[in-house]
């Protein structure tokens, strides 16, 4: 139990659906990250949220929309993805700079 | 490029025996960091190390850090098979004014029993 909650844990979807995967924090941290992580290739950082504000947009294409209501809960809004985007999708939080980041165990997304 | 490469890719090894991964980075940093993820899991922080500091110890593993060749190594001692997973360092870089780590590619260790 690493204290970082996401929601589903797989999600198969179509190009055309809409879809949202959740994050929620019971740490108290302040900042929450969206990071992707596909095969042989680094973890990629799309979104970094500071005390509710998005601070970082990693050149992320439109079709991912995140959206962080409070310093708790995360959320990564899909729509008309590629398959391309299929991977897992990794949510993190952390206190201040100079600290380890806590992860969930992810959510493994494969569009049809 | 990415910031953080480890190397070896790939590590073999039988149970008792130690583990080491290197990685190299290219900008300064702040702090190192090394996560361990197992299959189908999110990744686990195992031990972070400032840029003052020169070694870290935390149960059998060991952690060091030269800034002037910019690389840190990895090691697990007495190794067990429950230690199999990959194993990633990111750096924290100065400046940024709140906390982005980038991660390299990561070591895949094997323990076998």
Request: glycine share 6%; proline share 4%; aromatic share 8%.
């Amino acid at each position: 139990e690493t204290g970082v909650t996401q929601t589903p844990r797989h999600l198969v979807m179509g190009m055309t659906n809409k879809k949202s995967l959740k994050c929620e924090q019971h740490l108290g941290h302040n900042a929450m990250y969206w990071y992707k992580q596909s095969a042989k290739k680094p973890l990629e950082l799309m979104f970094v949220y500071s005390l509710e504000e998005r601070v970082e947009n990693n050149s992320v294409p439109s079709r991912f929309s995140p959206e962080c209501p409070n310093s708790s809960h995360l959320f990564l809004h899909l729509h008309t993805l590629q398959p391309e985007d299929s991977a897992l999708y990794l949510c993190a939080s952390s206190q201040d700079s100079n600290q380890p980041q806590h992860f969930g165990d992810g959510t493994r997304l494969s569009i049809l | 490029s990415q910031q953080g490469e480890e190397d070896p890719q790939a590590l073999s090894i039988q149970e008792g025996e130690n583990a080491t991964m290197n990685c190299s980075y290219k900008t300064s940093i702040n702090n190192l960091q090394w996560y361990r993820q197992n299959s189908g899991r999110g990744l686990v922080h195992l031990i972070l190390i400032r840029s003052n500091e020169r070694e870290k110890h935390s149960g059998r593993l060991r952690v060091t850090l030269d800034t002037s060749k910019k690389s840190s190594s990895l090691l697990i001692t007495a190794s067990r098979a429950a230690d199999t997973a990959s194993y990633f360092c990111a750096t924290e870089s100065k400046g940024t004014g709140f906390q982005k780590l980038v991660f390299g590619t990561g070591t895949r260790l094997l323990v076998s029993p």
